[in-house]
């Protein structure tokens, strides 16, 4: 019985899931284009809260909870484990008062409806894993634009998903790029938990009544200390919120 509540409630989700992003990929790009970057925002806030709150579709339990206060006249970094393509709605709609741009692969650029629309035009850095000076660039051009804005990053230093839960080391070379030129950053570690074992397969099929929580953490001060030690700061504050290891 299980199963059959995963399939069918997993195909109604990912029926609302697509057709949010069809839908939203017309309205940002008429709200990018006839009114600007500030009601395309508004657009991707709200299709960010679709795609989250949709998961309630599965029986999922969502949890939003922040253990900090976060500062409003600073840039901010937040730096997180990556469990799953479902990670990134609700960590986006949670912070979305904070103007979060994404570290984002390159091939995400193109031919996701809303999604791609959306980093295009975000000012999000779109990296080719291939070509290390493009990535250090857009990377650094990000840091520069957070530094302006006073907005804010999320940076998935593992690199990659890690659906099984156990956490991939952090690697510091987009943080340091990103410190470099947004120096006045305040690094915010944020723990996800459950989205690997909600799709450990893939896209399909989605495990019902899954727990899923994304939980901002207290920030950490970079100042007088080397990009290594605060990221292992970082992921060892994740790692016991979480109860996962790294490998």
């Keep these: 019985m299980k199963k059959i509540l995963?399939?069918?409630?997993?195909?109604?989700?990912?029926?609302?899931?697509?057709?949010?992003?069809l839908v939203f990929h017309v309205v940002q790009a008429v709200a990018f284009n006839i009114f600007g970057k500030k009601a395309h925002k508004v657009v991707v806030d709200y299709m960010n809260f679709s795609l989250t709150y949709g998961l309630y579709l599965t029986g999922a339990r969502i949890s939003l909870i922040n253990l900090t206060e976060l500062p409003d006249n600073r840039p901010?970094?937040?730096?997180?484990?990556?469990?799953?393509?479902?990670?990134?709605a609700a960590v986006y709609w949670f912070l979305r008062k904070y103007h979060p741009r994404f570290v984002s692969k390159i091939e995400l650029a193109k031919g996701v409806p809303?999604?791609?629309?959306?980093?295009?035009?975000?000012?999000a850095a779109l990296i080719n894993r291939k070509d290390g000076k493009q990535a250090v660039t857009e990377i650094a051009r990000l840091g520069k634009l957070i530094q302006d804005e006073k907005a804010s990053v999320i940076i998935f230093p593992e690199g990659t998903r890690t659906a099984s839960g156990i956490m991939r080391p952090f690697v510091t070379g987009g943080v340091a790029t990103l410190l470099k030129r947004?120096?006045?950053?305040?690094?915010?570690?944020?723990?996800?938990d459950g989205t690997g074992a909600f799709n450990p397969k893939g896209i399909f099929p989605l495990k019902s009544f899954s727990n899923l929580s994304?939980?901002?953490l207290p920030g950490i001060e970079p100042a007088g200390k080397k990009v290594e030690e605060i990221?292992?700061?970082?992921?060892?504050?994740i790692r016991k919120k979480i109860r996962i290891t790294v490998s």
Aim: aromatic residues 12%; proline residues 3%.
């Design 214 to 216: 994304w939980t901002v």
């Design 231 to 237: 990221l292992a700061e970082a992921q060892e504050e």
């Design 114 to 123: 809303g999604i791609s629309y959306n980093l295009r035009k975000s000012g």
């Design 182 to 192: 947004a120096p006045d950053a305040l690094i915010v570690p944020i723990a996800i």
């Design 76 to 88: 901010i970094i937040f730096v997180a484990n990556h469990q799953s393509s479902f990670d990134i």
């Design 6 to 21: 995963d399939y069918l409630l997993g195909s109604l989700y990912l029926v609302h899931f697509g057709l949010t992003l």
